[in-house]
């Protein structure tokens, strides 16, 4: 008699039973990496630049600007509409009254040169202060030759503000078109119209006298008790000085020291009253050596005396 087992028997696997596929195993899962893809990991560098990150917030979108721009102007029609739009701009701004110019008032200025002005500067009233270069009207303004200095301003009003600086005539100079009017500087201010009204200025005569000027007004603060007889100074050769006295006397000063040479004669004459006498002409050309020369008659009569004392 067989003994039984106290153990039962062990079944076989499942794997083994015939017919019965053997289940899937499950596979120990693993953690995700948290790690970013290599692309993404670049990306977030690139953010870590600064210029990338200004590039980005504005490089990009002025770009996109840009090119929106360049395409809709690319259009004749669309850039027309934006040049008018600007035009009808800049027309509403420089004609709003406060930048209206209404007159324009003149100082300073005599009423031919005032005359003068308005003549040059044909401005139609009202204008646009953005209209008017003041500028190349000041020295328009500038080339007339009675015109020393000019200023120019729009006031808060609406009025152009011009304001001459005329030169003096000191001096007048005889031409071969009658007479002219000069500054102490030998600047041309004008025509003497008539002589009679600018009798008290001196006379000059001669060609490139106009060049010396300050030179001829020197002499003719020097003639002292000259000066009343004095009828004028003229250039010669364009190089020296005459003085022209009346009676026909003729002071001849040399081409440099002038002044000096003069400021002699009126010695001279203080103090042997040489001028006063029947004499053609002082020569001062040469200094070291001063000449005198009588008149005619008056030769004539120191011949008559020396004969008649050889006479006798």
């Known amino acids: 008699m067989q003994q039984m087992s106290t153990y039962p028997e062990m079944e076989p696997p499942i794997e083994q039973i015939p017919g019965l596929a053997a289940p899937r195993r499950e596979e120990p899962r693993t953690k995700a990496d948290p790690a970013p893809s290599r692309w993404a990991y670049r990306f977030q560098r690139l953010m870590l630049t600064p210029i990338f990150r200004l590039l980005l917030k504005v490089g990009l979108p002025m770009g996109a600007a840009f090119a929106g721009g360049m395409l809709y102007f690319s259009d004749q029609d669309n850039r027309d509409a934006l040049r008018l739009w ?50 190349d009207m000041r020295r328009t303004i500038a080339e007339l030759p009675a015109v020393k200095d000019v200023t120019l301003r729009v006031t808060p009003k609406g009025v152009l503000q011009v304001n001459v600086t005329e030169r003096v005539p000191v001096i007048l100079w005889r031409t071969r078109d009658g007479l002219a009017l000069l500054d102490e500087h030998g600047n041309y201010v004008g025509q003497a119209e008539k002589g009679a009204d600018h009798l008290r200025l001196p006379l000059i005569v001669g060609d490139g006298a106009d060049m010396a000027v300050p030179e001829a007004l020197q002499l003719i603060a020097a003639l002292g008790p000259l000066a ?30 002038a002044v000096q040479a003069l400021e002699r004669v009126i010695v001279l004459h203080q103090a042997q009253y040489v001028m006063d006498r029947d004499l053609a002409h002082v020569d001062m050309r040469l200094g070291q050596r001063p000449t005198i020369r009588m008149n005619e008659a008056a030769v004539d009569h120191w011949w008559r005396k020396i004969k008649s004392g050889f006479g006798d």
């Open 228 to 257: 009343p007889r004095t009828h004028g100074i003229v250039r010669m050769g364009e190089r020296r000085w005459d003085v022209v006295l009346d009676r026909g006397q003729r002071i001849l000063l040399p081409e440099t020291g």
């Open 86 to 135: 600007v035009v009808e701009i800049k027309n509403e701004i420089q004609t709003r009254p406060e930048f209206m110019v209404n007159l324009m008032r003149i100082d300073g200025a005599a009423q031919s040169v005032s005359e003068d002005i308005r003549e040059i500067l044909p401005i139609d009233f009202p204008v646009s202060s953005f209209d008017l270069n003041l500028d």
